[in-house]
Each structure stands twice: as C-alpha cells, then as structure tokens.
C-alpha cells in the first residue's frame, strides 16, 4: 500500500472500529434496561444511521435518555469520520491512479531505443527479468489487468493494452524502439503483432515466439527477423544434456552461474550447440567459423561426439558431425550462429 493511501486506510479502519465500539456499548447499555437483543441492536441501528424511526419502547426514564443522547452523539461523530475517511480513501486512489498513469506515459515517452515486450506469462517473465537485471531500457504490453497490476508489483514499466492494435504500439513508442519481442502463446495474436510492429517502424528488429513449427514461415513472412521456438530448444537442449553431461554439470555449476551473471553484465554469454551433420560450419576449421562470426561469437570449446574434450581448440581443429560447440558470444546474436 503506498504511502498516499495508506493514513487514508488507517482513519477508516479507525473509524469502523469506533463506530462498532459504540454499537456494542450502546447495545448493552439497552440490554442493560431490560431490552432484548433485537430491540437494542434496532435502536441503536436507527440512531447512529440518524434516521429516526420510531422507538420500539418508550426513552421515558433518565437514564434511557442518557444514554440514547450519548448514542446519538457518539454514533452521528464514528458515521461522519468513517464517511470522510471513505471518501478520502477513494479519492486518494483516484488520484494515485491518475498520476501513476500520467508517470508511467511520462515514463514511456522517454524511452529511446528500447525493447518492447509483448505478453507477461512465463516466458515473457523470464525476458522482463533478464532485460532487468541487465539494465536494458524496455515497457512491457499486455491486455490483462491481473498481469499489469503483477508487473507493476516487480517494478516493471508496463502498459495495459492489446499489442496488435497500432495505437498501442504507438503509444509504447514503438517508432523509437530498436527491437520489438512477442512472446504470447498464440501463434496467430503473435503474427499480428508483428504485422502491426513491421508496418510501424520498418527498422524494428522483431523477435517472435512460436508454439508450432508452421508457423515459423508465416512469422517470417510477417515481418519477424528471428522466430523463436520454445518447444524446439527444450527438445535440443535436453538432448545436448544427454550427449554433453560432463560439460552441462560444469555450465551449471555455482561457479559457472556466477561467471554467466558477469558475462551478462558485460554483454556476453556462453551456449552448448551440438553441430548437425548438415550444418553450415559442420567440416570446417575453429578459424574458418570465427571469419564467418565476424565477431559475433567465439569457439572456445569442443566436446567430440566420441566423448573427448577440447579445451581452447586451435585454429587448425575441423568440426565434425555430432560435435558440441561451447560458443562464447554478444548477448542477442547467438541465434546468428544457428
């Protein structure tokens, strides 16, 4: 609870409590005269909510009188604080709300080069993190209320809204965007999302999830520059942990995790690729994959489908079919070396 709201809340909670303290008090004080439960809690109802029924036994001693005065008195002060209390509550997150939208456009406005995230389910919480510890300027998008208000709670800049329209991605500032990411599960809300982000900013670079294999082709055909297969890469990374146990434990090791986080930091990061018998550097020497790399990534590892390891490969070292490659490169362009 922020701070603007939280006095508003205590002076609510305050004031039922107060007004609930009277209602027991004056309920027993008419027990107290002999009333029975229903009639007392009656005249006490009517008498703080001032509307003035008629009375269900005559107030024809001192002491009824006393104490239906002090019922009035007390009970009309409780309802007229935890009134205002109430209205102050509603008010302050009226005006919580408006300035947390106008803060979160102001904030959005001035974003520049940026990525835009499109969806918050698992995948997209797992991208939201990375980019986050990675310090990478982004805004989130997605149509769920729930989602945003669960965002909002990590601290991360979103905005409610339906990534396929335009006039959502404008307002996300897609036109000074550098890279767009969909990642819904829904093949077809992904492909429109691209269509609408490649029709906006021609320049955009455009990541897309797929769930089946067919719809690759059309993400592609839709404007995506790299099409992301989930269900592919689990497949291949759970074969690359069959056939490369020993260096998978090592990838996976603290050491290595901890190494992985300052490589992130600097930019970098560190992949298991098993080598296909029909793949493009399959036959050819470390020298000859890192000419055509250009810099984007380096080999520095081998694991022979024999089971051996070479450590530092040498320039002269030809890759064969069923190798593993431990490839060290710039974070974002290890999908070049597939």
């Given at each position: 609870m922020s701070p603007g709201v939280?006095?508003?809340a205590r002076n609510l909670i305050f004031g039922a409590g107060f007004l609930l303290a009277v209602i027991a008090l004056g309920v027993g004080g008419y027990r107290a005269a002999g009333w029975n439960f229903n009639d007392a809690i009656y005249m006490v109802v009517i008498t703080v909510a001032t509307v003035g029924y008629e009375e269900v036994h005559p107030i024809n001693t001192p002491y009824l009188r006393d104490l239906t005065m002090a019922v009035i008195i007390l009970g009309s002060t409780g309802m007229?604080?935890?009134t205002g209390a109430l209205v102050q509550l509603f008010t302050a997150m009226q005006i919580q709300q408006i300035f947390g939208i106008n803060r979160m456009k102001s904030e959005i406005?001035?974003?520049n080069d940026h990525v835009?995230?499109?969806g918050y389910g698992r995948i997209g919480t797992k991208l939201l993190r990375e980019l986050k510890a990675a310090r990478a300027s982004f805004v989130m998008l997605d149509r769920s209320e729930q989602k945003i208000a669960e965002a909002r709670a990590a601290g991360i800049l979103c905005m409610q809204g339906d990534a396929a329209d335009e006039a959502t991605l404008i307002a996300a500032g897609i036109e000074r965007?550098?890279?767009l990411a969909t990642v819904l599960p829904d093949d077809a809300a992904n492909v429109f999302i691209t269509l609408s982000a490649r029709s906006l900013n021609k320049k955009l670079q455009i990541i897309a999830r797929g769930e089946m294999p067919a719809t690759?082709?059309?993400?592609?055909?839709a404007g995506a520059d790299l099409v992301v297969l989930p269900t592919h890469i689990g497949a291949e990374r759970i074969a690359e942990m069959i056939l490369y146990q020993e260096t998978f434990r090592f990838l996976r090791s603290e050491k290595?995790?901890?190494?992985?986080r300052d490589l992130r930091k600097l930019g970098l990061e560190i992949e298991v690729i098993t080598a296909a018998a029909s793949g493009p550097f399959?036959?050819?020497t470390v020298d000859e994959i890192d000419r055509r790399a250009q810099g984007a990534f380096l080999v520095v590892g081998i694991n022979r489908h024999d089971g051996s390891a070479i450590h530092r490969p040498a320039g002269p070292t030809i890759i064969n079919p069923g190798d593993g490659l431990i490839i060290l490169g710039r974070s974002g362009r290890m999908g070049k070396f597939e």
């Open positions: 939280r006095q508003p007229i604080f935890m406005d001035r974003l835009i995230v499109c965007a550098r890279t690759e082709g059309k993400l592609i055909h290595m995790n901890e190494f992985e399959t036959g050819l």
